[in-house]
């Protein structure tokens, strides 16, 4: 009974080893499938791109500079040249703005120290009370235990 028993495991365990080995091998079928399609879509799509680049002869090219004309040209050269005046005009407002800048920083710069100078001030004169405060009460501690001894 013990080797029936063994011998339906020993076929149980084989068939499932076969049957991993069949999935495993399907799956490798299909992946090897799948890059060989991408590989060939690559190839198709690079042959394409290229044909397409062919067909742009150079007599197209030359068309398409024969479609600029003078004027357009003249119209371009135009454009800079407003362009040109623009930046310049931009520049010589800047130059203007720039010393009525530097005056409003350093009057920022004045009411900022004046500030920091209203500040220390204000915190030394409350480090001073409160100093004052703590030697009046040791100084009233003082008198309250004298008066306790002398009691």
Known sequence: MRATEDLRATKDMKATEDLIATEDLRTTEGLRANEDLRANEDMRATEDMRATKDLRAPEDLRATEDLRSPEDLRATEGLRATDLRATEDTRASEDLRAPED????????TDLRATEDLRATEDLRATEDLRATDDTRASEDLRATEDLRAT
């Open 102 to 109: 530097l005056r409003a920083t350093d009057l920022r710069a």
